[in-house]
């Protein structure tokens, strides 16, 4: 391995710049705590190439899915139980809900929330939310496709 890579402020430009830098770097800064939360925050999608140790910690978790919603895929099973953080990912990015618990498949805030940044995946949430009348209209609204997914019998709030 290169010297430079072993540099940690070399290192921390590199993932601030690439989105997979982590990915070539020496073992050793992907068990670094203070390392990673940094990297994170510059790069959500990092979270793939950090040690599974650290996969499981809430505070680097939840600074990955602020960044990028879709790292919430590589975070440990316990955390994509964590309704903070899935709110978070879902936020960031609609699609994110796929990679969460099921059970936040039925939990109408983030169901809205996620069909709010992508209509089409009202697909996703769980059938008993197809037929709420305010999520198929946020759902529609963002994506005039998302009508096929909805139950026919819409309930009236």
């Known amino acids: ?13 590199a993932v601030k710049q690439r989105g997979n830098a982590l990915e070539y770097v020496d073992e050793s800064f992907k068990k670094d705590r203070e390392f990673i939360l940094e990297a994170v925050k510059h ?12 996969k499981k910690d809430r505070e680097i978790v939840l600074e990955a899915v602020k960044h990028n919603g879709s790292a919430l895929e590589y ?7 964590d309704r903070e ?10 699609s ?8 936040f498949k039925r939990d109408r805030e983030i169901v809205l929330e996620f069909v709010k940044h ?15 009348r305010e999520i198929v209209l946020e759902a529609v ?14 309930e009236k709030r």
Do not use: P
């Open 96 to 103: 994110a809900l796929k990679y969460a618990d099921s059970l």
């Open 1 to 13: 391995m290169s010297e430079d890579w072993a540099d940690r402020t070399y290192v921390l430009e």
């Open 118 to 132: 992508n209509g089409s995946a009202l697909k996703y949430v769980d059938s008993s939310l197809k037929k709420d």
């Open 75 to 81: 975070a440990d099973s316990s955390l994509k139980k």
């Open 141 to 154: 609204k963002q994506c005039g496709h998302a009508v096929q997914y909805a139950d026919l019998f819409i």
């Open 43 to 54: 790069n959500g999608w990092e979270l793939l190439y950090v040690d599974s140790s650290l």
């Open 85 to 94: 953080i899935v709110l978070e990912a879902v936020k960031q990015n609609g």
